[in-house]
């Protein structure tokens, strides 16, 4: 909007309720969305992102074990970096769908082993978003776990969603090379291979990057999608790519689960591949 407009629109809605309260707290509106940019090394010809998702601690079916599988092999190469997206506690709270009783431990001590259990890896965690076992938390109490546990890892904080900005290695202009990240927990995509598949992909319909990242479904999968972008700059039809990615789970089959007949979930982290020297990325799980 007109910068002009804008300011008359302000001091009418000041105007309007002012007296009631600060007009800057009754909502942003269209704020734009700022990409969170991360620099990494120019002397990387690649790195790898490695989404850790679902650990569900407090779960008596959460694998520690896996996990620290992962931060080992992350730790064993300054090129591996982690984003973290929801769901790292289980918080079977009262009113959630999850059994209360079921928990190893209650929500506080479940926090307090997500901090401990990811300490190793802290300095290689490039962001974090919340999941809907955190939201239970925030729901009943207004208290950010998420915010939390990313404040005392000291990384970003995203919320629901992410969007990265990650500049690494050198193109042969001598520039990085520069990769866009939308990461969100996500949602229900029914139960079937199909349906969440499809419903990853659908994502690219509400936010565009080069990599999509959602999680949730406990479902690990990657395909990639080919995607012709008209370039008015240029002329031409330019080729491109998006990178889903469904970052799978650390549980294997919760009481639920097992009660609703979902199968149990392959476990562990994909792992995303950027070249640094050319733009390109792979994925593997
Ligand atoms: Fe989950
Ligand atoms: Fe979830």
Do not use: H
């Given at each position: 909007m007109e910068q002009k407009k804008e300011k008359r629109l302000k001091k009418w809605l000041k105007n309007l309720v002012g007296d009631l309260v600060d007009p800057e707290k009754l909502g942003q509106g269209n704020k734009p969305i700022k990409m969170h940019q991360i620099k990494l090394s120019s002397q990387f010809d690649h790195f790898h992102l490695i989404p850790i998702s679902d650990l569900h601690v407090g779960d008596p079916q959460f694998n520690p074990i896996k996990l620290l599988a992962y931060?080992?092999?992350?730790?064993?190469?300054?090129?591996a970096f982690v984003v973290l997206n929801g769901d790292l506690v289980d918080a079977a709270i009262k009113n959630s769908i999850g059994d209360v009783y079921g928990n190893a431990f209650i929500p506080g001590m479940q926090i307090k082993l997500v901090h401990k259990l990811l300490e190793p890896i802290k300095d290689r965690i490039l962001a974090v978003v919340s999941g809907n076992h955190e939201d239970r938390i925030f729901k009943e109490t207004g208290i950010d776990?998420?915010?939390w546990i990313a404040d005392k890892l000291?990384?970003?904080?995203?919320?629901?969603?992410?969007?990265?900005?990650?500049h690494v290695g050198k193109g042969k202009n001598g520039k990085p090379i520069v990769y866009t990240v939308y990461m969100t927990h996500g949602w229900g995509a029914g139960r079937t291979p199909g349906a969440k598949t499809n419903n990853l992909s659908k994502m690219k319909e509400i936010s565009l990057a080069d990599v999509i990242i959602a999680s949730h479904t406990h479902f690990m999968t990657t395909h990639h999608e080919p995607i012709r972008i008209p370039d008015i700059r240029t002329g031409f039809v330019r080729e491109d790519k998006i990178?889903?990615?469904?970052?799978?789970?650390?549980?294997?089959?919760?009481?639920?689960a097992v009660r609703k007949g979902i199968p149990p979930a392959k476990q562990g982290s994909p792992n995303i591949w950027f070249d640094g020297r050319r733009k390109d990325v792979h994925s593997s799980i």
């Open positions: 931060e080992e092999w992350i730790m064993s190469k300054e090129n776990i998420s915010e000291g990384t970003w904080y995203g919320g629901d969603e992410a969007w990265l900005e990650i990178v889903f990615v469904s970052s799978g789970a650390y549980v294997g089959r919760p009481t639920y």
